[in-house]
């Protein structure tokens, strides 16, 4: 079945450093990737998405990028701060109001 | 301003009891959902509803159901509560896809222990 697969589950970088997450996804008929910042004790919320006819997609710190050949899509933090720590989730939307989410990436932003 | 709740927050129970999550927003949205949240298991969907009157299974559907009365609340009810469904319970709800989004909004969780 359809399927995401997430790395790394867990990443440490330095205040001020990048942070990358890579998402592969398995349904080629997928056309939307959205990008979930969880905090703790809270749900989910959006924090960008990019849709299949688009490569790439930035909003300030936070980038997106879609490789539709290879079923890759990433997430870029750039300028990480200490409030980027939280739990990422990728997801794919297959159609039929059906999402695939990702196992999830723990970030943690040393000061 | 629209909003998602959920209710309880946190819920204590003992095997075999019945118990019922309550899911309602605000956002007068078609479609809802009900995850849970494992570790190393990420978002794992349980029901889905496309609507009013509508029900559908999820990938771990087994012990669980939901109905739809109305556009506002998707309740999910555990028939008779096992060890294994402690777990932290998301809601969620997207427009219909026709509007171009597929964005959804999830609530704040409900963390269940089952005893």
């Known amino acids: 079945g359809e399927n995401v697969e997430q790395h790394p589950s867990t990443l440490s970088v330095q205040e001020g450093d990048s942070a990358v997450i890579k998402c592969t996804y398995s349904d080629s008929a997928s056309n939307y990737f959205p990008w979930y910042k969880q905090e703790l004790g809270k749900g989910p919320q959006l924090i960008i998405d990019?849709?299949?006819?688009?490569g790439e997609k930035k909003d300030q710190r936070i980038a997106v990028t879609l490789n539709k050949t290879a079923k890759h899509f990433s997430l870029h933090i750039t300028e990480t701060q200490p409030e980027d720590s939280a739990v990422y989730f990728c997801a794919a939307y297959t159609g039929g109001f059906k999402t695939i989410f990702g196992a999830g990436t723990r970030l943690f932003v040393k000061a | 301003d629209a909003e998602i709740t959920q209710s309880p927050r946190h819920k204590i129970t003992e095997t075999g009891r019945q118990v019922t999550l309550a899911c309602h927003q605000t956002?007068?949205?078609?479609?809802m959902f009900w995850y849970r949240q494992d570790l190393g298991h990420g978002l794992r969907l349980i029901h889905y509803s496309y609507g009013v009157q509508d029900t559908n299974k999820g990938e771990v559907s087994d012990g669980y159901s939901v109905s739809r009365s109305n556009t506002e609340d998707l309740p999910l009810t555990l028939e008779s509560a096992a060890s294994s469904q402690t777990s932290v319970y998301f809601c969620?709800?997207?427009?219909?896809?026709?509007?171009?989004?597929?964005?959804?909004?999830f609530g704040p969780g409900t963390r269940l222990l089952v005893l």
């Open positions: 990019i849709r299949s006819n688009v």
């Open positions: 969620a709800s997207s427009e219909s896809p026709t509007s171009g989004s597929e964005t959804q909004y």
């Open positions: 956002w007068n949205h078609n479609n």
